[in-house]
């Protein structure tokens, strides 16, 4: 079965709206899908109700970030309750240090007096934001390159104080999280770790492994499913779509491991299912 669990929209710094994701992953033939946006659930019904109506299968998923920031061990988290209080506590947290790093980049863009020009301010009323939301409206507006884009960026929040990153969760607390919320935990992208070791440290404590993605490129897969093998855990698959700049879908090449939607098992929400309830 063709899977994508690992998919973003504009909740986060996605470039689709999650209805939009949604109906791209059925347009390309996907049968079920996670929206995963970065820690928050604000687009799962959108997504749901538009993969339901496609008749896709849905997973609630999300993709949690943990500290330090620079490692991005992301922690994927499907088939959650997207009500769990422990969970949701993590997520409010990561939250808070998004809004701290987007505050600092829309006053640096403020004193380059671009704020006022594009209502920048308006994101401060947004449940959920993150620099990679202000950097979309940069480049729609094209009043930077990409690269200009990400120096400000850095501008802004390279030099933040420390404390600034302590909210964030270990990986440890991120996958009981998400454990105690009843989902599946799977290290994305692993290849993007800049610490391998670091990245291995997580491996004892997920049930899968994003092998298959287009953050991986084509010499990396094996090495990613021998470290699967080695740690016993399932290969995912999941494109880690945003969208980004007019990029096209890149539809899933491997097919998903059945035994991992057997594993999903009931926490995939199929729309005869639901309607039947």
């Known amino acids: 079965m063709l899977a994508d669990l690992h998919m973003h929209s504009t909740v986060s710094d996605g470039w689709q709206d999650p209805d939009e994701v949604a109906h791209l992953a059925a347009d390309h033939g996907i049968r079920v899908m996670a929206l995963t946006d970065h820690d928050s659930f604000y687009g799962v019904l959108r997504a749901r109700a538009a993969a339901h109506r496609r008749g896709l ?4 998923g999300v993709e949690v970030s943990t500290y330090p920031p620079l490692q991005v061990r992301h922690i994927l988290g499907h088939g959650v309750d997207r009500e769990h209080p422990q969970l949701l506590a993590v997520l409010r947290r990561n939250q808070h240090v998004l809004r701290t790093q987007t505050r600092a980049w829309i006053e640096v863009l403020r004193e ?6 594009l ?16 950097l979309k409206v940069l480049l729609q507006h ?3 390159s990409e690269a200009e884009a990400w ?50 440290e997580v491996l004892p404590l997920v049930d899968g492994l994003e092998v298959y993605t287009r953050r991986h490129k ?5 090495v990613y499913e021998e470290l699967a093998r080695q740690y016993g855990l399932i290969a995912t698959v999941g494109s880690d779509y945003h969208g980004f700049n007019g990029e096209r879908y890149a539809v899933p090449k491997q097919m998903i491991d059945q035994r991992y939607l057997e594993r999903l098992g ?10 039947t309830a």
Do not use: C, N
């Open 57 to 60: 299968g849905y997973v609630t």
């Open 151 to 200: 120096a400000s960026v850095r501008q802004a929040v390279d030099f933040m104080p420390a404390e600034v990153y302590a909210p964030m969760p270990s990986p440890q607390e991120a996958v009981d999280a998400i454990h105690a919320a009843g989902g599946l935990a799977v290290h994305a992208h692993p290849g993007v770790v800049p610490d391998q070791d670091l990245m291995k």
């Open 266 to 275: 009931a926490r995939i929400e199929w729309p005869a299912l639901e309607a």
């Open 119 to 134: 209502g920048l301010d308006a994101f401060e009323h947004k449940p959920m934001i993150m620099p990679g939301a202000v």
């Open 142 to 144: 094209r009043l930077m």
């Open 218 to 222: 084509p010499e990396q897969i094996p």
């Open 112 to 117: 380059k007096g671009f704020a006022p020009v």
